[in-house]
T-cell receptor, first 115, second 111 residues
Framework: GAGVSQSPSNKVTEKGKDVELRCDPI?????LYWYRQSLGQGLEFLIY????????KSGLPSDRFSAERTGGSVSTLTIQRTQQEDSAVYLC?????????????FGPGTRLLVL | AQSVTQPDIHITVSEGASLELRCNYS??????LFWYVQSPGQGLQLLLK??????LVQGIKGFEAEFKRSQSSFNLRKPSVHWSDAAEYFC?????????FGTGTRLQVFP
């Protein structure tokens, strides 16, 4: 079956603009995650959805970052008033269920460059 | 605090040589441990995972890892590296909700 897909694959924006990043999880996966991968920083957890609710938003770096998930499927990560330090690869992952034995499957990421 | 340390930023090996990538973790409870690989321009792929039981786990592509509780380590090994193994490798620790990743080790393979 299809894997996790993300769009766009690349995004270049100007400082101060808003951007929306989209994630389509694997069909039927109830858990969805957003991570950020900055150069030399590894992967940083941002937010986690179970269904449409977000029990853990602890990784969102500022109030400029928000995310929503609708219909238990597609998720959108929105960054308002982008800053240069927001430049990174944003990765989405989904998991069939919340159980720890379940594997997180990652999408290819959206590479964001803020000029 | 929960954390993962991968002390080697970059490792270079010759094709056919053995490989060990180090991972140390700090976690308050029984850890669930993972190794992922990221090839250039691609997403992360799970190599193997440890939850409980046998401390030596086998993964895909001929990789294995050993959980050593006394050393808080989960090192990844492969007896003979192939050129196609060149990639970035991430160790992670997690629970039900989220994964905490190390900063990664970039593997370069020389012919």
């Amino acid at each position: 079956g299809a894997g996790v897909s993300q769009s766009p694959s690349n995004k270049v924006t100007e400082k101060g603009k808003d951007v929306e990043l989209r994630c389509d999880p694997i069909s039927g996966h109830t858990a969805l995650y957003w991570y950020r991968q900055s150069l030399g920083q590894g992967l940083e957890f941002l937010i986690y959805f179970q269904g449409n609710s977000a029990p853990d938003k602890s990784g969102l770096p500022s109030d400029r970052f928000s995310a929503e998930r609708t219909g238990g499927s597609v998720s959108t990560l929105t960054i308002q008033r982008t800053q240069q330090e927001d430049s990174a690869v944003y990765l989405c992952a989904s998991r069939r269920d919340r159980g720890p034995e379940e594997t997180q499957y990652f999408g290819p990421g959206t590479r964001l460059l803020v000029l | 605090a929960q954390s993962v340390t991968q002390p080697d930023i970059h490792i270079t090996v010759s094709e056919g040589a053995s490989l060990e990538l180090r991972c140390n973790y700090s976690y308050g409870a029984t850890p669930y441990l993972f190794w992922y690989v990221q090839s250039p321009g691609q997403g992360l792929q799970l190599l193997l995972k440890y939850f409980s039981g046998d401390t030596l786990v086998q993964g895909i592509k001929g990789f294995e890892a050993e959980f050593k509780r006394s050393q808080s380590s989960f090192n990844l090994r492969k007896p003979s590296v192939h050129w196609s193994d060149a990639a970035e490798y991430f160790c992670a620790v997690g629970n039900t909700d989220k994964l905490i990743f190390g900063t990664g080790t970039r593997l370069q393979v020389f012919p």
